[in-house]
């Protein structure tokens, strides 16, 4: 049993030191999705760091592929490749592209970016795996601020329409988008309404409380897609970072990584060998 | 073409279930007979072409054999991001499929003329660019696409060019008529303005040879040159904008060979929307692609 609290503290340190060695973005997107993976990775989906394309593995899609940095410490830390791996994001060279990308690296299924992708893969991820008869199922995290994209509910309705209960959204339901406040931008509300209207069970989870997580994803529903909408907080773990829409962009530089590092229990200011 | 295609893609789908058609709410009546034979090879994705597209893609991703069908530009330029980031990028076996290249739905305005395309199409790393010429060429082309996989692009339009029957290689120039004061390239359905220009012209002694590039890429670069260096005179056709097409790709060719030719010129349609609707013909006409036009630009060039 991997202890997922543990795994999500790991994500979030990794998330840190990436970002601030890399000087990347979105340090604050990684920290809201970290439980999320941590629950996921931890347990819930089936894979096989051995196999990474092993067919009968669960897919998972992170559509916010801003995101990446989380989804790539995970997959260091399950073994699909070595930790190391993560000090070259984004640097030349590098496979680890700011956006979650699968070339060269074990276990990504699939590279997005561009905000609206992801879903419409994984439906039909999970349409075709239902047409074959497989068991497999797919997850795939959602930005809220995503949600603004059309081809998002495109891929809602055909989900709805299909009945592909082996298919769960999870969405990021943090509030805050690129520069500023999801209501203030384009409110969402009433969002599970509008979910259940396309055709989904939608359940309301605390998205950094391990146990809800793991029970809203061990209870997929029967007969048709199911909605997760998790509530996080962006920049979950560090406190000047929580909530901030400045730590969308901003990099975790000098006595910030410091004081960022050290709330998650690691003190980087200590020379190595103290 | 279209029921050529859809014989051809019937055929494969008896044959292999992972073949899987998602289709974009288009195709009334021609598609009855393979929604029936097999529902479980079939979607409807409705009039959603960015989401039809990434199903074909996940489903790609799954082991699918997928393809999109709809009409015009919906299935490419709607859509051209999951082309390029889902499709491309991960070279998912999608095959997309639109019906109307060019002027086939000349009357329904400028939302409808497929003329840009071809250029789009083939700017994406990957993308295998395919306009057949005839049915029977479409029903070849359909099955190579197949034994070759996606992504590919599959223009097809309401053009019967006529062409003697004969062996279509994917990827292979095909010389449909022998000369050697000219050469014309042509691709898709338009290949029928080019035999009658050639065939006016042969009344006047001018041997003009027709080359089908029903595969604009990957291009058949030596087939381009030897063509064009045998000729000396090279012209090109399409029912497309004469920038990034079957234009573009022969005149790159050309040059990066360094092919020292007596005249180049490239028949399309220039940097404007066509300012008025008509049928296939008379747009052809309007925009000087039609066979009368054409013999007038190479007599022109050979005559001057």
């Excluded at chain 1, 592929?65 to 000090?87: N, P």
């Excluded at chain 2, 045998?230 to 790159?252: K, P």
Aim: glycine share 12%; aromatic share 8%.
């Amino acid at each position: 049993m991997i202890d997922t609290g543990e795994l999500a503290l790991r994500l979030r340190r990794h998330v840190v030191s990436m970002c601030s060695r890399g000087g990347s973005s979105h340090v604050g997107s990684g920290l809201s999705i970290a439980d999320i993976i941590a629950v996921l990775y931890g347990g819930v989906l089936r894979v096989d760091p051995a196999r990474p394309d092993w067919n009968g593995r669960d897919r998972f899609v992170l559509s916010k592929g801003h995101a990446g940095a989380c989804v790539y410490a995970a997959l260091a830390e399950r073994g699909f490749f070595d930790s190391s791996v993560l000090e070259t994001h984004y640097s030349n060279g590098s496979n680890l592209s700011g956006h979650v990308s699968h070339k060269g690296v074990p276990g990504v299924e699939v590279s997005t970016g561009s905000l609206g992708h992801g879903l419409g893969i994984g439906t039909g991820m999970a349409f075709n795996l239902k047409r074959m008869g497989g068991k497999q199922r797919v997850f795939v995290v959602l930005g809220d601020g995503e949600c603004d994209e059309g081809s998002v509910w495109e891929a809602a309705l055909f989900a709805g329409h299909q009945n592909l209960e082996n298919l769960c959204v999870i969405i990021d339901y943090n509030k805050l988008q690129s520069i500023g406040r999801v209501s203030d931008t384009l409110n969402l509300e009433p969002f599970a309404a509008k979910w259940r209207a396309f055709g989904w069970r939608v359940s309301r989870v605390d998205g950094h409380d391990h146990d809800d997580l793991r029970s809203a994803f061990s209870e997929l529903s029967a007969n048709c897609p199911t909605c997760v909408i998790a509530d996080t907080v962006k920049g979950r773990g560090v406190s000047f970072m929580e909530n901030e829409v400045l730590w969308h962009y901003r990099v975790p530089k000098g006595d910030e990584y410091i004081a960022a590092m050290l709330e998650l229990g690691v003190d980087v200011a200590l020379p190595a060998n103290a | 073409m279209r029921e050529a295609f859809v014989r051809a893609l019937t055929e494969l789908a008896a044959d292999d279930e992972r073949v899987l058609l998602v289709n974009g709410d288009l195709g009334f009546g021609v598609l009855t007979d393979f929604i029936q034979r097999f529902p479980n090879q079939y979607v409807n994705a409705g009039i959603a072409e960015q989401n039809m597209t990434a199903i074909a893609c996940g489903s790609a991703m799954t082991g699918a054999r997928a393809y999109t069908y709809s009409i015009g530009n919906f299935p490419t330029l709607r859509c051209l991001e999951q082309l390029r980031n889902d499709v491309c990028y991960h070279h998912s076996d999608v095959t997309v499929v639109a019906v109307g290249g060019g002027f086939s739905y000349g009357q329904l305005g400028v939302s409808h003329f497929a003329t840009e395309d071809l250029a789009i199409m083939r700017a994406l790393p990957g993308m295998t660019v395919v306009a057949p010429s005839d049915p029977w060429q479409a029903y070849e082309l359909t099955r190579q696409l197949y034994a070759r996989g996606g992504p590919a692009y599959l223009r097809i339009d309401k053009g019967a060019a006529g062409a003697r029957k004969g062996e279509v290689q994917l990827g292979k120039v095909r010389e449909v008529r022998s000369g050697f004061d000219a050469v014309l390239f042509t691709t898709g359905g338009i290949l029928s303005e080019g035999l009658a220009a050639a065939e006016a012209l042969a009344g006047e002694g001018i041997g003009v040879r027709i080359v089908d590039v029903h595969t604009i890429k990957p291009l058949d670069v030596e087939g381009v040159l030897e063509a064009a260096g045998q000729c000396g005179r090279v012209f090109t056709l399409e029912e497309h904008v004469v920038s990034g097409g079957l234009g573009g790709a022969v005149a790159e060719a050309c040059a990066e060979a360094a092919l020292s030719l007596r005249s180049f010129r490239r028949m399309g349609l220039g940097d404007a929307f066509p300012d008025a609707v008509g049928d296939q013909a008379y747009l052809r006409r309007r925009h000087n692609l039609d066979a009368a036009s054409v013999a007038s630009t190479i007599r022109g060039a050979i005559v001057h």
